[in-house]
């Protein structure tokens, strides 16, 4: 199969026109210049395969999903608090405003606390999947989803944890193709 862009060279030719690359020092900021028909490439030095690797990692991605889950979690545990004071009982009386603040911390730790459980596990799961498997698709978000919404409906029961499973591995897959698709 030949492109146009492809040409043939004996192998003596290609080192002498390495030989004569290394000589002329083609470098840009101490990182070699590749070059091919579309443009140059630049490889990656030590420290930035470094970085990108602990950006990659598992455990990154998990605390990273935790750390984003809590403070989502305290957003929507905050906005849920000021729409739903908890206020019970016919003869209810006047809230005092430390009362208010009282209920309103802990329905915000509350739903911070869950939500960074949920990212962190759903994180973990769906980044061990894709290491065990080898390629970045669909499929791994859906069985993370199903893991994780199983675990946490194991706790009520092993009804809740299929339904969980099955609602989770759903609203994952959409969310990854509504993901993929924008």
């Known amino acids: 199969m030949s492109d146009s862009n492809t040409v043939s060279l004996p192998p003596e030719d290609v080192q002498e026109i390495l030989k004569s690359l290394s000589s002329k020092d083609v470098r840009l900021n101490h990182q070699f210049v590749i070059p091919r028909s579309w443009?140059?490439?630049i490889q990656k030095t030590k420290e930035e395969k470094l970085v990108e690797g602990v950006f990659e990692s598992c455990a990154f991605k998990s605390v990273m999903s935790c750390v984003v889950g809590y403070a989502l979690g305290g957003a929507i545990g905050l906005f849920s608090a000021s729409v739903n004071p908890n206020i019970t009982g016919p003869d209810a009386k006047q809230q005092t405003a430390r009362e208010v603040f009282r209920d309103m911390?802990?329905?915000t730790m509350s739903h911070a606390k869950n939500f960074?459980?949920?990212?962190?596990l759903f994180s973990s799961v769906e980044c061990a999947i894709e290491s065990y498997?080898?390629?970045t698709d669909w499929k791994n978000g859906t069985i993370a989803g199903g893991i994780t919404g199983g675990m946490i409906g194991l706790r009520a029961g092993l009804k809740a944890g299929m339904f969980g499973a099955a609602g989770f591995a759903a609203f994952s897959t959409i969310i990854d193709y509504y993901m993929r698709k924008h």
């Open 39 to 41: 443009g140059p490439i």
């Open 105 to 107: 911390r802990t329905t």
């Open 116 to 120: 960074a459980i949920i990212g962190a």
């Open 133 to 135: 498997r080898g390629t």
